[in-house]
């Protein structure tokens, strides 16, 4: 139900491909049979196709849409051969064609860098385009007296508890259909009380397809959840193993117990693999249409030994609780405002570990909001965990995975190999890798199934902090972070988080 789900998703945030698919259907019989019925009807769909996608148009839209269609003429002029044999190879052929020629065009949906200089910018909210920081409260407030009639303000962008940190000088300016983001930008930037002002960004969930088949596992393991078999995690670093040796420790713990946050698209409270772990934070969090953030809390913390599901590094007894923040909404969109706000709520209840399986491409200089949250989060005592992204690029290029402050995750597959998929974090000071190919884990209504992605490495290390927290629960991010590393399994130019390393660390 939940593959059936995520297809019909996919299908919805990429219909423009299906639409020009039946604009080059209706050309090529309008121009076989020379019909201008046929030909109209083609132009109709695609002008609907537009309309339907006119709240994400931007300069990289238009080249998307444009390089489609050109494509699409180029295969309607082969469609005036004869015969009838040769029309239907040919349709069947265009079709491949177009669908094959599509993935390799730059998708309009992912980000692009801002800068004054090419004036790029990435897809806005349409409820509140950007994000504008003022250098204290008394410029803020004089600047929304005077420009409250030429803009539509929204006040406070930022709702942290603790307002010393500059946080609530941030305001939304929603901005008219006809003002320009970049000229908008360069004419606050050039005011002596504006600090600086970036984009409101769009952000969306899009998974890396899992062709790949559950494997089942041959090894008895100790551990009576029954789909133990289905993770390879399991075998790969032998979590009998693990488990017996805090066993063998009788527990120790210093802390009464750690949280991890998951901000993402809700949870599932009433999964009966994670209910047991689960802590409210709001009612309306507690439930998950999309299944990203159900799939992602069953990773760092699914009850383990309880003879349903799944097994996690969590030990059963143990006193780590998830809870879930939702920044994204139903169809797994949000905003820099709402991830940023759910990182000072999450800071502010007192998370642990803040887990953000989300992001896009970015320019750092320009995530100054992201910069502050982390910060913020920082000084509460969170440690932020942030995946590394799905574009086989330079995660020093997306955000948040490029915020100071933040440990950042690639993903490995069942070999220990960066996954195809994965962005890589050689360049970031902070970077670690983690399985997320064919993850099984979680999903709502007490389902299960496999997802691919840096969705699921970030869990798999924010479940393994969130254990460091319970033994040392003064250990800061950079201390974490360096257990991550120096315990890591290396393979290639990979450090792989390894769960039995941090534990024999923690336990010295």
């Known amino acids: 139900m939940m593959d059936l789900q995520h297809m019909f998703f996919d299908i ?44 994400r148009i931007d300069s990289s839209f238009c080249m998307h849409l444009g390089v489609d269609m050109m494509l699409v003429s180029c295969l309607g002029y082969f469609a005036m051969q004869k015969g009838k044999l040769v029309r239907l190879i040919y349709i069947i052929t265009a079709s491949m064609v177009l669908f094959t020629a599509h993935s390799f065009i730059p998708n309009h949906l992912e980000y692009h860098t801002i800068s004054k200089e090419t004036g790029i910018h990435p897809p806005a909210d349409p409820n509140g385009e950007l994000l504008a920081k003022f250098e204290n409260q008394k410029f803020l407030k004089a600047w929304i007296s005077q420009n409250k009639s030429h803009y539509k303000i929204i006040y ?13 000088e941030y305001l939304i300016i929603d901005l008219k259909e006809s003002e320009s983001i970049e000229n908008t930008i360069n004419k606050l930037e050039s005011q002596s009380r504006v600090a600086y002002v970036e984009v409101n960004e769009i952000v969306e969930l899009k998974l890396p397809s899992n062709n790949s088949r559950n494997t089942i596992i041959n090894k008895t393991s100790a551990i009576n959840d029954p789909d133990i078999n289905k993770q390879w995690v399991t075998k790969n670093y032998d979590i009998d193993k693990y488990h017996q040796k805090l066993s063998d420790k009788t527990n120790n713990y210093k802390s009464d117990g750690s949280l991890i946050a998951i901000l993402d698209t809700g949870i599932d409270a009433q999964h009966e693999d994670l209910q047991n772990n689960y802590f409210s934070t709001l009612e309306t969090y507690d439930t998950d249409v999309r299944g990203h953030g159900t799939h992602c809390a069953g990773i760092a913390a699914a ?10 590094w969590i030990p059963k007894g143990a006193s780590v609780k998830i809870t879930s923040i939702k920044v ?32 896009a ?64 974090v050689d360049n970031l000071s902070q970077g670690i890798s983690a399985p997320g190919a064919g993850i099984y ?18 869990p798999f290390v924010s479940g393994i902090i969130g254990m460091m927290r319970l033994y040392n629960p003064n250990i800061t991010t950079e201390e974490a972070y360096d257990v991550l590393r120096t315990t890591a399994i290396k393979n290639q130019n990979q450090s792989i988080a390894n769960p039995i390393g941090v534990l024999d660390t923690v336990l010295e």
């Open 156 to 168: 406070p962008a930022f709702t942290p508890e603790d307002n010393s940190y500059g946080l609530d």
């Open 12 to 55: 919805l945030f990429n219909s423009h491909l299906i639409w020009l698919w039946l604009v080059l259907g209706f050309f090529i019989v309008g121009i076989i049979r020379k019909n201008t019925v046929y030909t109209l009807a083609g132009l109709a769909i695609l002008i609907t196709a537009v309309y339907i996608s006119y709240k």
């Open 328 to 359: 994204l909404n139903n169809m797994g969109m949000g905003t820099q405002r709402s991830i940023v706000n759910g990182i000072l709520k999450a800071a502010d209840i007192g998370a642990d570990v803040i887990s953000l399986s989300l992001g």
């Open 441 to 458: 884990s979680t999903l709502p209504g007490n389902q299960y199934g496999a997802q691919n992605g840096t969705s699921m490495a970030a």
């Open 361 to 424: 491409r970015s320019t750092p200089s320009r995530e100054k909001a992201y910069q502050e949250a982390v910060s913020y989060a920082m000084d509460k005592g969170s440690i932020v965990v942030v995946a590394a992204g799905n574009s086989k690029s330079d995660a020093l290029n997306y955000s948040p995975a490029n915020t100071p402050g933040v440990i950042t995750v690639a993903a490995v597959d069942s070999t220990f190999q960066l996954a195809e998929f994965s962005n890589y």
């Open 303 to 312: 009850v383990t030994g309880n003879g349903i599901g799944i097994a996690s």
